[in-house]
């Protein structure tokens, strides 16, 4: 069975930073993939940063520049740190591991960022 956890979310104005943090019930290199995404209700989720096994990271365009995904092999752990939120980064995020072809997900943080 695997499990992601996610914390770190909450209240920051704009123009802060957030560190998301994603736990994981066995070693993240063991996945091909592990990413961060968002959702806005009714609405498909939109992926924001992935980071592969081989260590190669992917950005949505809309936080390239702003976003870093990294990995600790050591703490089981993937980190989201976001820099420069604006108020539509609003949204919960969620962490995804993709392992033997299944996707799994963590049930998500939340992320306010007030004006």
């Known amino acids: 069975q695997v499990q992601l956890v996610e914390s770190g979310g909450g209240l920051v104005q704009a123009g802060g930073s957030l560190r998301l943090s994603c736990a994981a019930s066995r070693t993240v290199s063991d996945f091909n993939a592990m990413g961060w995404c968002r959702q806005v209700p009714g609405e498909q989720r939109e992926l924001v940063a992935v980071i592969t096994n081989s260590g190669r990271t992917n950005y949505a365009s809309s936080v390239r520049g702003r976003v870093t995904v990294s990995r600790d092999n050591a703490k089981n752990t993937v980190y989201l740190q976001m820099n420069r939120l604006k108020t539509e980064d609003t949204l919960v995020y969620h962490c995804?591991?993709?392992?033997?072809?299944?996707?799994?997900w963590g049930q998500g943080t939340q992320v306010t960022v007030s004006s």
């Open positions: 995804s591991g993709t392992l033997f072809g299944l996707t799994y």
